[in-house]
């Protein structure tokens, strides 16, 4: 199985100097699935994820001179995990982030200095136990 979106902003604004901030042009997931069964009635699933987010602007100007213009950036997550026969418990490992990307996620110029707010979306990788009772 395959989920993927795509996304396409096509915004308009009034100044023709002017840019939508903080608005990227294209955005994309694709997450495909693969999941078998086992003899005994469980389940295993093996899952990733990518994302991806083009450039955009900080502010609604362009202006190369104001610092403010936001590279586009990539995602990676994967999961791989046993669900029981009875769908009460399951045991997986997973990552997310797992290319440890780093990036911006706003930027505005104070007009002293570029503010920066940056992701603080380290790679995570872990072993994950659920249960429902």
Do not use: C
Not at 26 to 39: A, G, H, N, R, V
Not at 46 to 51: A, I, K, L, M, Q
Request: no cysteine; glycine share 8%; aromatic share 16%.
């Amino acid at each position: 199985m395959i989920h993927s979106t795509l996304g396409y902003i096509d915004a308009e604004v009034d100044d023709p100097v002017a840019v939508a901030p903080l608005t990227p042009k294209i955005t994309l997931s694709i997450s495909p699935q693969y999941s078998w069964f086992t003899s005994t009635g469980g389940e295993f699933v093996f899952s990733v994820d990518y994302s991806y987010r083009g450039d955009m602007y900080g502010e609604p100007t362009s202006d190369p001179g104001r610092f403010t213009e936001i590279a586009s950036r990539d995602l990676f997550n994967a999961d791989f995990a046993y669900h029981s026969k009875d769908g009460r418990w399951s045991l997986g490992i997973y990552g997310k982030n797992v290319t440890d990307e780093r990036y911006d996620n706003a930027r505005l110029n104070t007009g002293d200095y570029v503010l920066i707010m940056l992701s603080n979306d380290a790679s995570e990788f872990g072993v994950r136990y659920t249960t429902r009772f």
